[in-house]
């Protein structure tokens, strides 16, 4: 039942206290006595690597990990959880290779970057793309999912939800970059102890029905026996969802192109890093992959627990909807319902700091791009520093708006997280064509990048529809594999249009070039232990489970 008691009332109060007076106290201790447009988005170098990191988590981790992910390991399986350990793995390489180039050229904004690199129309276009998909993809999605939850365990309307989690993220957001990283550390601690303890209860029940007692090793082992098809992180196509996770595509095909797109080429991802140097940006980083290998002990088991509970004739009312339809997106909320007074608001707090972290993340930079890349450049280029910030509040407070009007469409989901993946992917690979191209090879022409950002979406849109209008006659490809696809057919385009004209009248090739170097890339000896070790547990899991 969704009923809170006074314990769970009394840990969520102190909670938000703590949140938003600790935020308080960041924002006026470290404000100067006048905010620039750099402190404000990019916290101007101020952020430690342990803020970095717990920031670029929290900003990553919400509602779509604890609902959506748990959904889906309680349809797919542990093959959901290559999105969290394989992001381990890419941001190691971001932090390597892709990283240093951002900080040696300076760039604050992905925009910016196109701008230097090919043009301002390309860096038009893609800024317009990338807000169209931060605003009525991630943030509606998380708003959706967080109300959904929330008003699933705790006595509140899905509507009373949607806004006071809006306003609460838009009130973190005004803060800046320092209030957001800083108050990150907190929120990914709440998570991850509130994370642990939904697992815990969820291991536990399932182990004390099977007449085991209360015992979290015998909770795995019923797991293990009752689905061993659902700990299988590599599926071959006799699985019902290759489709969604195909094969070694989670490994070396698509999965690489999507994680790439999304750590090394994402604004709302890469902004946390951008204010520091390269030293304290790859420890931050480091420290955001250790923390991505425990993703899925806290929103992938809880969905398979609640699977073979559900197999075995528990939850059957609980899992489906008005309509008597299988909802796997409701298992982290029926588990949430079981927990003992107190730590339900532990576990409710958990979920709100994931929530409200990930919204004022995203709002963040939405307002950042908005701000530098196109009212600055198209609409007011004289815009003091003062004008800049107040623009970048007043897009926190629109974005979010839009945001909570557009969440309540999307109920019609069965998962959502891979809806979310699916989407963005249509965006993703040409992302990391044109960012690659533009780091790695200098042959690449501006008109090589508006290629590149125009053909992206309609490719990837062909790709997907082209079966059913062909009614089969045209493969129908898992979107992992589209992804792949679709990233090596703009590559091809890019590279044939470079190649077409060879050459930059020598003003222009000067103009469009970026620094890269081989010194660029070395690391520190600390941060090759922690790749080893990170890689070795990566190598560890997929034996384990392949």
């Known amino acids: 039942m969704n009923v809170l008691q006074t314990a769970d009332y009394i840990v969520f109060f102190i909670y938000f206290v703590i949140v938003t007076t600790y935020g308080m106290y960041i924002y006026r201790s470290k404000k100067t006595a006048s905010t620039s447009s750099n402190e404000y988005f990019l916290a101007e170098g101020s952020l430690t690597w342990w803020a970095i990191g717990a920031s670029l988590i929290a900003s990553n981790i919400s509602a779509e990990h604890f609902i959506g992910m748990s959904g889906s390991g309680f ?35 992905m925009p910016q970057f196109l701008a230097k690199r090919y043009s301002g129309t390309v860096s038009a276009i893609m800024a317009i793309i990338w807000l169209l998909i931060y605003v009525f993809v991630n943030l509606t999605s998380i708003i959706y999912l967080g109300a959904l939850a929330i008003s699933s365990i705790a006595p509140v309307s899905f509507q009373f939800c949607v806004i006071g989690l809006s306003l609460f993220s838009v009130i973190v957001t005004l803060g800046g970059m320092k209030v957001i990283g800083y108050t990150d550390m907190f929120q990914v601690i709440v998570l991850i102890l509130g994370g642990l303890v939904t697992t815990y209860l969820a291991l536990t029940l399932l182990s004390d029905q099977f007449g085991f007692g209360k015992d979290i090793l015998k909770g795995l082992a019923v797991i293990a026996k009752e689905a061993p098809d659902h700990l299988h992180m590599i599926l071959d196509k006799s699985s019902p969802h290759y489709n969604e996770l195909p094969g070694i595509s989670v490994l070396v095909g698509g999965m690489l192109i ?93 979920l709100t700091a994931a929530i409200v972290a990930s919204l004022a993340g995203k709002a963040n930079s939405i307002s950042t791009i908005f701000s530098l890349d196109i009212y600055k450049k198209y609409f007011n280029s004289q815009a003091s ?154 190598v560890a899991l997929y034996t384990v489970f392949w």
């Open 258 to 350: 999507n994680n790439l797109a999304y750590w090394g080429c994402n604004q709302y991802i890469v902004q946390r890093a951008l204010g520091a140097d390269l030293k304290t940006a790859r420890k931050g980083i480091l420290f955001a992959a250790f923390l991505k290998l425990l993703v899925p002990i806290i929103a992938v088991l809880p969905g398979i627990a609640m699977f073979v509970m559900h197999e075995n004739g528990m939850f059957q009312q609980e899992m489906v909807d008005a309509a008597g339809v299988l909802k796997p997106d409701h298992a982290y909320p029926t588990l949430m319902n079981l927990l003992p007074a107190g730590l339900k608001g532990v576990a409710l707090a958990a």
């Open 385 to 538: 520093e003062k004008k800049l910030v107040r623009t970048g509040r007043w897009c926190v407070v629109v974005c979010m708006i839009i945001a909570a009007f557009v969440a309540p469409a999307l109920k019609s989901l069965d998962q959502a997280y891979q809806f979310i993946q699916e989407y963005v992917g249509f965006f993703s690979p040409g992302v990391l064509a044109i960012f690659l191209l533009g780091m790695f090879w200098k042959k690449t022409t501006p008109t090589a990048g508006l290629a590149g950002a125009l053909l992206t979406v309609p490719i990837a849109a062909v790709l997907k529809f082209l079966p059913m209008w062909t009614e089969g006659a045209f493969p129908d490809y898992p979107f992992l594999d589209r992804m792949t696809i679709v990233f090596f057919i703009i590559v091809f385009i890019m590279v044939g249009i470079s190649l077409a004209k060879p050459v930059f009248e020598e003003e222009e090739a000067e103009k469009h070039q970026i620094e890269v170097d081989k010194s660029m890339f070395k690391v520190s000896s600390e941060f090759i232990v922690g790749s080893f070790i990170i890689s070795g547990i990566l």
């Open 75 to 109: 349809a797919i399986g542990l093959a959901i959880a290559s999105y969290e350990w394989m992001s381990a793995a890419t941001l190691i390489i971001v932090a390597m290779f892709i990283l240093p180039i951002y900080l040696k050229n300076k760039i604050f904004t």
